[in-house]
């Protein structure tokens, strides 16, 4: 990796990777332990990191998110990370990778009022979809359809 040291990447994505974790992991203790075994993981294959394969951002959350699966698939915990929020994430993500964060501001002024508040409440205020429901008083179901609608005219407007 030319210049880029693995203490950049821990530098830029550790507050990043513990905002993806600490929502969907209950306990404090576990979050922090699956934190460190994330960045363990980057440092074992850090050497090996190919960026014409992919960003270090994409590379990092790969590693994060297969990382999470890998903890809820031994404890037998499924009901906190179901199929959608795998693909919200990575649609997200790649909003990130691609755009600098004004362009995201603007393109979250252009989402319609409920959206852009499902989108806030979510990723800034790491607020889980159920939760979120009931905050704006809507169904569990409603709120995964806005929200992926949202992700996509996100995407779209970025594009």
């Given at each position: 990796m030319d210049a880029l040291t693995y203490e950049q990447?821990?530098?830029n994505y550790s507050k990043k990777i513990m905002s993806y974790i600490r929502p969907r992991i209950n306990n404090p203790a576990d979050a922090e332990d699956l934190?460190?075994?994330?960045?363990?993981?980057?440092?074992?294959?850090?050497?090996?990191?190919?960026?014409?394969?992919?960003s270090v951002s994409t590379w990092v959350y790969t590693?994060?998110?297969?990382t999470l699966i890998d903890f809820f698939r031994t404890r037998k915990i499924y009901d906190e990370l179901g199929d959608?929020?795998?693909?919200?994430?990575?649609?997200?993500?790649?909003?990130?990778?691609?755009?600098?964060?004004?362009?995201l501001t603007d393109a979250l002024k252009k989402l319609p009022?409920?959206?852009?508040?499902?989108?806030?409440?979510?990723?800034?205020?790491?607020m889980?979809?159920?939760?979120?429901?009931l905050k704006l008083h809507m169904s569990y179901s409603n709120c995964k359809l806005v929200h992926n609608k949202a992700l996509m005219k996100l995407h779209q407007y970025l594009a």
């Open positions: 990447v821990y530098q934190h460190a075994t994330i960045f363990t993981k980057i440092f074992e294959k850090f050497a090996s990191f190919d960026q014409t394969k992919a590693i994060a998110r297969n959608e929020d795998i693909v919200e994430e990575d649609a997200f993500q790649g909003i990130l990778d691609e755009e600098t964060l004004q362009e009022q409920r959206e852009r508040d499902l989108i806030i409440l979510h990723y800034y205020n790491n889980q979809l159920k939760e979120i429901a």
